[in-house]
């Protein structure tokens, strides 16, 4: 017993030198650590890894628009054929307008459920079969982006919203490469499928572009980022010196007020003190007057102001019957009978005109073509 005792202190010093010690970390780079290696990809979910399958039976609806329902009828069977592969069930209800996707008892990946989810809201916002059904990769994820709350005027929403898609879709195509994404802009939303990493830029560019800030600066900064991650020095470095900082120019266009208020000159000195009433008074004398006096030239004042008003409205009344003044008369001028006509002026100017008509003989060619005819006339007798 007294052995045990003596060697329990031992034991339970032995205990805390053990404690003390710990395990020292290897001396490893940090950027070896925070990098995944290149062409690294998780491990597919087999059925080996969960043999049982799943304990409960889930599923998920949603509602589509009245438009898709002749598109969701011609790709529903290509739809059913790719969840069927996951062992999921999908049902189209066109009465009421929904989808629904639920698991079976041969399901056994536990999350493909919410990839099917996922296939069904995309498909519900104007996303092609084609381009929804790559939700189901394991490296493939969505984003749906609700940008109808975000601007309140329904002019200014629209304006940014094609804003966000550019001129022919450039701004959106551009927007693509640099992500790896697909965007798909309708309505109140935006849709996108692709890497986490993608996702979350072009989160950040639509919500950028609902705020006013154009889609380009960013586009500008995914094409510098783009570039750096090229380079395997600069990934453990800071990228600030190199991304361009854009500032904000909030130009407030103020409307000028039409009656501008002139600042008077400062003057140390204050100004007068205005005059009392009793002041007044007694300037013009009234102070000294007895109260009826004062009430008399009250009276006389009324009166004045009263018979000056009457005056001014009968003034007013009197102008409707004031006749207006006509125009004068302008008579015409009597045309003068006494008329000298020049005879002699006349011939001349007869004479001239025939003169200068196209062809017109002279007066000796008249004469001697009178001569010529008589001539002839002889003979023929």
């Not at 993608?198 to 609902?210: I, N, Q």
């Amino acid at each position: 017993m007294a052995s045990s005792k003596l060697d329990s202190p031992a034991a339970a010093s032995g205990k805390s030198e053990f404690r003390s010690r710990k395990p020292k970390p290897e001396n490893r780079d940090e950027s070896e650590l925070l990098t995944v290696p290149d062409g690294w990809k998780e491990p597919a979910f087999s059925k080996e890894d969960n043999p049982r399958g799943l304990l409960e039976e889930s599923s998920f609806a949603t509602l589509f628009p009245k438009y898709r329902e002749a598109y969701l009828k011609e790709c529903w069977p290509l739809v059913q054929k790719a969840l069927n592969e996951h062992h999921v069930n999908a049902t189209l209800d066109l009465i009421e307008g929904s989808m629904t996707v639920c698991t079976t008892k041969k399901t056994f990946d536990p999350y493909i459920i919410i990839r099917a989810r996922d296939l069904i809201k995309l498909l519900a916002r104007s996303v092609s079969f084609e381009q929804a059904v790559r939700i189901l990769q394991d490296d493939v994820a969505c984003d749906i982006i609700k940008i109808g709350s975000l601007v309140r005027n329904k002019e200014r929403f629209v304006k940014r919203r094609q804003r966000l898609i550019g001129p022919k879709g450039s701004t959106l195509k551009a927007l693509e490469l640099l992500t790896n994404c697909y965007i798909m802009v309708q309505g109140n939303t935006v849709s996108a499928i692709g890497p986490f990493s993608g996702l979350k830029e072009v989160r950040k560019v639509v919500l950028d572009t609902m705020k006013n800030i154009h889609p380009i600066y960013n586009i500008k900064t995914l094409m510098i980022k783009r570039e750096l991650a090229k380079d395997s020095e600069l990934r453990s470095q800071s990228w600030e010196r190199f991304l361009p900082q854009f500032k904000h120019k909030n130009v407030n266009k103020r409307k000028e007020p039409k009656k501008k208020t002139v600042k008077k000159e400062y003057t140390p000195f204050p100004p007068p003190q205005p005059e009392s009433q009793i002041d007044k008074e007694l300037a013009s004398g009234e102070y000294f007057l007895k109260a009826s006096q004062k009430k008399r030239q009250k009276m006389e004042a009324i009166k004045a102001k009263q018979a000056e008003a009457l005056s001014k409205r009968q003034e007013e009344r009197n102008k409707a019957f004031i006749p207006p003044k006509e125009k004068p008369i302008v008579k015409p001028k009597e045309a003068s009978t006494e008329t000298k006509i020049d005879v002699a002026a006349l011939k001349e100017k007869v004479k001239k005109a025939k003169s200068k008509k196209l062809g017109a003989l002279t007066a000796d060619e008249v004469k001697l073509k009178m001569e010529a005819d008589e001539k002839k006339k002889k003979k023929r007798k």
